[in-house]
């Protein structure tokens, strides 16, 4: 799934720093279940999300651990539609 910058994503589980994803600070588990935005996609395609409020910081999540969240009632944009 592809994100941009402003998608409304719920962080759905920790990294699996086992697996070659990022590094997952102790402080990143309050953010397991809470929807947050992007606010930066890396180059390598890790995305910040605005998670101070709940963590300290706006930490970089790995877009597996991630869900987008669709918002109920609001017209679907498509890529021809940009």
């Not at 999300?49 to 498509?78: A, C, H, M």
Request: proline residues 4%; aromatic residues 10%.
């Amino acid at each position: 799934m592809s994100f941009k910058v402003g998608d409304k994503v719920k962080v759905i589980r920790r990294s699996k720093h086992d697996c070659g994803e990022i590094f997952w600070n102790p402080l990143m588990n309050k953010a397991i279940g809470k929807v947050y935005t992007i606010l930066e996609i890396t180059h390598v395609g890790n995305l910040r999300l605005s998670s101070k409020l709940d963590t300290t910081y706006d930490w970089l999540y790995p877009p597996k651990g991630v869900e987008k969240v669709i918002t109920k009632n609001r017209q679907l944009l498509f890529n021809f539609m940009d």
